[in-house]
């Protein structure tokens, strides 16, 4: 048994014009509207792990300070 591989090739349509310049604005805003969105997912997946570093050095700081101005840090 031998095994054939046919491709299809597809020819581009002569009868389409180019874009118009609202189409082509168009297609550019939107193209940067999936980049936005794709930063904001970015930012979104970043913000809870940078919150919950950021509130637990707050903490440890906070305390440290507490015990500084209690006379438990030997400065």
Avoid at 20 to 29: D, E, H, P
């Amino acid at each position: 048994m031998t095994s054939t591989s046919r491709s299809v090739s597809i020819a581009p349509d002569h009868n389409t014009s180019s874009l118009s310049k609202a189409q082509k604005t168009f297609n550019s805003l939107i193209g940067k509207i999936g980049k936005r969105r794709k930063r904001l997912r970015d930012w979104e997946t970043v913000t809870p792990a940078f919150q919950k570093r950021y509130v637990v050095n707050s903490c440890l700081w906070r305390k440290l300070r507490l015990r500084c101005r209690s006379g438990w840090c030997i400065a």
